[in-house]
């Protein structure tokens, strides 16, 4: 490997490091992350396949609370080291990539819990003297140790696979075992589509999988048409069984103040404390400034106080704007150093109310900082339930599995894709998400705390059906153990007893081992020791002859 590509290797998996910390601009995806090593190593065309075969298996693999997942980025990354630099089989890449990513996940844990907190102390220090900068600067520190926890790793892996005895130890390993693990990549997929049904966790909705399923095994649909069909489905579904409840919802509720999240705060507090007066004090630029911060909201989240510093590393510029004394710009910044966690893309809702609420209380309306931290709180679980499935469980997932499908053939499209479209709408929700509560105020909460379950529900539809498809295409089990055998006009015929599961019915198999993994997660069994399981699987299976490559 040539100093060029180290470097540009370097610089790749810190981006897909930082990614993994932000979570904003899905960098450290597999998709996506073994992408760049591909750019960076000179076979594009190899990382793109990699990826996509690595999403599929990481599909359900999502940062939820204080809950971490196998390492994705570490996963893509390592994966793709392997199969290009390594020159191993893509199956046998990525069975060698995943329990390195399960290490990776403790990394990540031990910097969360160590590092990063130290640093978050730091910056209390620094919110104690009223020093913008010293928070600013804190929050971007984090992101050191975010990069080297993936490129340290990355950058070994492809030293030692590089090197001579390391390449020919794994060339000599046995084909028992390589080959195994190669008839388990075929179906560790199905892991990521438990996950995200799990997640789901709509099992009156299942009819739809059962359509998604059923299209793909009998037509020759693409992933595109799936999309579009399920898009259809989750459209009738709405205007039939959603609308016309939320114009009934709506009628009912027309003349009703809504002041509920308010009372809960104190209930001598109402919706005035946050109507702004004709004495406005934000502009629409500093709101833009919030929104250009959030870029890079998450990546200094600890396990003390998780997006303390990453909510007041946000919400600074609107405190420059209304606090001038270093006293009360301290206050303000201490009330932000408080603990919060919430999902990120709906993290601007609260920023757009807080900033009102500052705004308010900068010009000594009838307001306290109690009743700013309280909204706070009393937002952040619901607007976490609201963001995690839909956004995570939902949107992520069926988009990248778009991208995969295509990236599967090599091509860039795939990728690009994935990145373009995730990112639009990221941009959107960070932007309006923003922007209308800040306008609209308290209000505009209730209604929709209403309206986003329904949505949720509609687009799980849409989910259900992707996912259903995707057992049916992407899911590859052989069973090539010999049933009998017969000659017709001089030809002799061999019936396996894949063969005839087919004739009862194709994809039979993959449509149980994903129900059966759904039914291992609702019981608590953890995600990586179904991997494991399924790998340990895949080399027993083959070697005992019951499991095959895909004929």
Request: proline share 4%.
């Amino acid at each position: 490997m040539t100093i060029t590509k180290f470097i540009l290797l370097f610089i790749v998996t810190s981006i897909s490091g930082i990614g993994a910390a932000a979570e904003e601009f899905q960098t450290h995806r597999p998709l996506i992350s073994s992408t760049l090593v591909g750019l960076a190593l000179g076979d594009l065309k190899t990382g793109i396949i990699v990826g996509a075969s690595m999403e599929l298996i990481a599909l359900g693999w999502m940062t939820i609370g204080a809950s971490v997942p196998p390492d994705p980025a570490i996963a893509g990354t390592i994966a793709a080291v392997m199969a290009i630099i390594g020159k191993q089989n893509i199956g046998v890449a990525i069975s060698i990539a995943v329990p390195v990513a399960v290490a990776g996940q403790v990394l990540q844990i031990a910097q969360k819990s160590t590092i990063d907190v130290f640093i978050m102390h730091l910056a209390d220090k620094y919110a104690e003297k009223g020093s913008t900068k010293g928070v600013t600067a804190m929050h971007f520190l984090t992101a050191i140790p975010s990069a080297l926890r993936v490129s340290i790793p990355s950058l070994m892996v492809a030293y030692f696979a590089n090197a001579s005895n390391v390449r020919a130890l794994l060339d000599n390993l046995p084909k028992s075992i390589t080959i195994g693990l190669q008839v388990s990549s075929g179906f560790l997929v199905v892991v990521g589509y438990a996950m995200i049904m799990e997640l789901l966790n709509a099992n009156e909705l299942l009819p739809f999988f059962f359509i998604g399923f059923l299209t793909m095994t009998f037509t020759k649909m693409t992933l595109v048409g799936l999309a579009i069909m399920g898009a259809s489905f989750a459209a009738i579904f709405y205007f039939y069984f959603i609308k016309d409840e939320n114009k009934n919802a709506h009628r009912n509720k027309r003349s009703r103040i809504i002041n509920n999240i308010a009372d809960d705060i104190d209930n001598e507090k109402n919706d005035e404390a946050i109507i702004k007066d004709e004495s406005l004090k934000i502009g629409h630029k500093d709101l833009l400034k919030i929104f250009w911060r959030m870029q890079f909201y998450q990546i200094s989240w600890n396990y003390e106080r998780m997006q303390n510093l990453c909510y007041c590393y946000s919400i600074i510029p609107v405190l420059k704007k209304l606090y001038k004394t270093k006293e009360k710009l301290s206050e303000a910044l201490k009330r932000h150093m408080e603990y919060f966690n919430t999902h990120q893309f709906t993290v601007p809702i609260i920023l757009g109310l807080n900033a009102a609420m500052e705004e308010a209380l900068a010009n000594e309306e009838k307001i306290n900082d109690e009743a700013i931290t309280g909204i706070k709180i009393a937002l952040m679980g619901p607007l976490a339930g609201l963001g995690d499935p839909i956004f995570w469980g939902i949107f992520r997932p069926m988009i990248a599995a778009i991208g995969a499908g295509i990236g599967l053939s090599g091509s860039l499209l795939g990728p690009l894709i994935f990145f373009v479209v995730i990112n639009s709408v990221r941009l959107v929700m960070r932007y309006y998400g923003l922007m209308i509560p800040y306008y609209k105020g308290i209000n505009m909460i209730a209604s929709m705390k209403e309206i986003l379950p329904k949505i949720m529900k509609t687009v799980a539809v849409l989910a259900y059906v992707v996912m259903g498809g995707l057992v049916a295409k992407w899911t590859i089990i052989n069973i090539p153990i010999k049933l009998y055998s017969y000659s017709t006009e001089g030809k002799m015929f061999v019936v396996t007893a894949q063969q005839q599961l087919d004739t009862i019915m194709p994809n039979l198999l993959p449509l149980i081992l994903t129900f059966l993994i759904y039914w291992l997660l609702k019981r608590k069994v953890p995600a990586i020791f179904c991997i494991i399981g399924l790998m340990i699987l895949g080399i027993i299976g083959y070697n005992l002859g019951f499991l095959g490559l895909a004929s």
